[in-house]
């Protein structure tokens, strides 16, 4: 059944407002894809960050004018379908095309990439691609390496310093008790001389006595 005009126009003006932002698509075609199936493919591409529509041939290169996917939209023949997406190619790639495995129904016409027009083999191979995600990760990684390297060097000097430290401590290596002892030597000599004057000083105060004793002796008689 034809479609009106005015019918056409919304179904392009629909279409062109969805691929506007679009940087990535994957055209496919399909037979005997049962309903179920189709829900599928729907979903797995809404998963993957993107969007799914069968398309009209005539009115797809319409609906692409001035899109980075523009050139992927001309001269198309047979049942075609469009998963499209804003952001990460690889993803939608890799998508789909676990998808197509399972489902032999289903088969790639061509992809556009940043208005690079891809083959079939081109979008297999995309798919194999590290995603954004992935290498953003091993981006970080490699940026905080160096500094998780220099983080876990320093830790292990301190580490090691306090090591030699308490050991240095522990066999007197850092002079803390031979001071000590040295300190406790002069008070023991000085003690000494001390202790050899005391008797001296009693032997003197005996023989004064004495002298005195002696010296009031003769006044009794």
Do not use: C
């Not at 399909?30 to 809404?46: E, I, N, P, Q, Y």
């Not at 992809?111 to 079939?120: A, C, L, M, Q």
């Amino acid at each position: 059944m034809a479609i009106s005009k005015a019918k056409k126009n919304e179904v392009v003006a629909r279409l062109a407002s969805e691929l506007e932002h679009s940087t990535s698509a994957i055209l496919g075609t399909f037979s005997g894809l049962t309903a179920d199936k189709d829900s599928s493919l729907r979903k797995t591409v809404r998963n993957a960050g993107g969007k799914y529509s069968v398309l009209k041939n005539k009115l797809a290169p319409k609906a692409g004018a001035g899109t980075k996917i523009e050139g992927a939209l001309q001269g198309l023949k047979g049942v075609t379908s469009i998963a499209y997406t804003s952001g990460d190619p690889v993803a939608l790639a890799k998508a789909l095309s676990t998808w197509v495995k399972d489902n032999a129904e289903f088969t790639f016409k061509l992809g556009i990439v940043d208005g690079k027009v891809i083959n079939i083999s081109e979008i297999e191979a995309l798919s194999k691609m590290p995603g954004k995600e992935e290498l953003f990760s091993k981006l970080l990684f490699l940026i905080n390496a160096p500094a998780q390297r220099l983080a876990t060097v320093i830790n292990a000097t301190g580490r090691n310093l306090a090591v030699v430290v308490n050991q240095a401590v522990e066999q007197n290596k850092l002079g803390g008790a031979a001071p000590a002892a040295a300190a406790e030597a002069p008070a023991a000599e000085e003690a000494a001389p001390a202790a050899e004057a005391a008797p001296a000083a009693d032997q003197d105060g005996g023989s004064a006595q004495t002298v005195a004793a002696g010296d009031e002796a003769p006044a009794e008689g």
